[in-house]
């Protein structure tokens, strides 16, 4: 059978596991395989190719890789391919096949854009052992090799990826082993996907990388965030939302601040990860350490953006972390008063910098002080979400069901964040005004505004 009819015979289940980022590349895999006359399915028995492209960033997440690919292998029928895509096998290689014996083939971050060449040539093997598709460059991929989009669509928003890999120092992070140093895309290829996505009718683009505020540095390009953006309003100004995620601190710079605040379309929101309140944890982390730059930087952004929605993230428990710098943190976040965090106890790391000093705080010490965080931020997240009753919010639509429908405003990012829930049934895909009628700690009530309402723009 030649390889073009082998490829239109053929179904591929594909999981994705972990990040946006993943969920980008495991798009663009799909697209390349559906282009080479393979289809999708949505359960592994009917599969001639399985992949799962697994998350390895921490210990849990390497944990469920390597279940889910195990119980792919345990259901693996004769004539199956299993693939292991993505970090862990970035990160891990041959080493996945004492976890995993029953793979077939082990392929990269850094050249998923193969996987059609991969999956031939693992069909056309001759040995039963197992192929790698692992570059020994630490440096990353090419950013717009192979042809696939660097995009992943949900519904009417999407996941627009203008970065790959990062410089950054952070002692307790593996993603430079992983992804390799930052490669940005080009200008004109963003803009131009950007384009296609507002054609295939996406209200939405979350601009992601490791750290966006980045972008162009590798292009010799100075702030260039700030100019990826002014170019993308003006390149797509039918898109509704423009949304940054994952600036890293320091970066936030004053013309991006002006950008943000003086084009519609830029979503008053921004995800700045901090990771701790105290300059000692931050500066083991090998964190930007300057605290006051934090409060300083956010609060010029909300005199620029009165109604700016912050969501950060932070690690508890990492080695060395005191009570003293524990409370510093809690009171940093009750002053900040974010409208969304994410908190991770710390996961010890081989091969970071972090994995010198151990994991000596016990696993209850870090549950319990995440708990204490968590229970400081749902009462902060609840005030901010009262003081939405009664404004009316620009709300895309993503679902409905039994007479009330779901969605998002400006204020929430896909996945992480919280929910506008509707009265009534509303197209999905559909920009809607809606007025707030009730607060929850992370979600929202309301009801279709009538057409005359002023529409809170993000």
């Given amino acids: 059978m030649s390889r073009s009819s082998q490829a239109r015979a053929s179904k591929f289940h594909l999981v994705n596991l972990g990040c946006s980022k993943n969920l980008v590349d495991s798009q663009s895999m799909a697209q390349l395989l559906g282009e080479d006359g393979m289809s999708p399915t949505e359960t592994a028995k009917s599969a001639e190719v399985l992949i799962v492209n697994t ?19 345990a259901g ?8 292991a895509a993505g970090c862990l096998s970035q990160r891990y290689g041959a080493q996945l096949l004492e976890w995993v014996p029953a793979l077939d083939g082990i392929i990269g971050t850094r050249r998923w854009m193969d996987i059609v060449d991969f999956v031939h040539r693992l069909r056309e093997r001759r040995s039963p052992e197992a192929l790698y598709h692992l570059p020994e460059s630490a440096h990353t991929v090419g950013s717009d090799e192979g042809g696939a989009l660097r995009a992943a669509v949900q519904g ?13 120092p952070c002692a307790f992070c593996a993603i430079p082993l992983i992804k390799g140093t930052a490669v940005s895309r080009p200008l004109d290829a963003i803009v131009a996907e950007a384009r296609a ?10 601009l992601i990388a490791q750290d966006t505020t980045d972008w162009g540095h590798d292009l010799g390009l100075k702030d260039g965030l700030a100019t990826l953006l002014e170019t993308l309003a003006g390149a797509v100004p039918d898109i509704d939302w423009l949304r940054v995620m994952y600036a890293y601190p320091g970066y936030v710079t004053d013309r991006l601040i002006e950008v943000m605040a003086t084009h519609k379309q830029i979503a008053h929101y921004l995800d700045i990860p901090l990771q701790h309140g105290h300059p000692d944890a931050l500066r083991r982390m090998r964190r930007p350490a300057n605290i006051d730059w934090v409060y300083r930087t956010l609060e010029k952004m909300r005199g620029a953006m009165p109604d700016l929605a912050i969501r950060s993230t932070f690690i508890i428990g990492y080695p060395g972390e005191t009570e003293t710098e524990f409370a510093a943190l809690v009171k940093f976040v009750q002053d900040q008063r974010f409208d969304r965090i994410g908190a991770f106890t710390f996961s010890f790391e081989p091969g970071t910098e972090s994995a010198q000093y151990g994991d000596p705080t016990p696993e209850d010490v870090k549950q ?33 069901n039994d007479g009330i429908s779901v969605g998002r405003s400006y ?36 009801t279709v505004e009538t057409p005359n309402a002023t529409i809170v723009l993000g």
């Fill in 197 to 206: 996505l507002r054609d295939a009718g996406v209200r939405e683009l979350c």
């Fill in 55 to 73: 998350c390895g960033f921490i210990g849990p997440a390497k944990q469920e890789s390597i279940r889910v690919l195990n119980e792919l292998a």
């Fill in 411 to 446: 204020r929430d990012a896909p996945e992480v964040d919280g929910l506008v829930i509707i009265d009534g049934e509303v197209p999905v895909g559909e920009m809607v005004p809606v007025r707030i009628s009730g607060a929850l700690a992370y979600d929202l009530t309301g």
């Fill in 76 to 83: 693996k029928k004769r004539g199956q391919l299993l693939i």
């Fill in 156 to 168: 009417a928003s999407a996941y627009l990826k203008v970065a790959d890999g990062c410089r950054r």
């Fill in 368 to 400: 319990t002080r995440r708990e204490q965080l968590m229970e400081a931020q749902q009462r902060i997240s609840l005030e901010k979400n009262q003081a939405q009753v009664g404004r009316v919010l620009d709300v895309l639509v993503e679902g409905q």
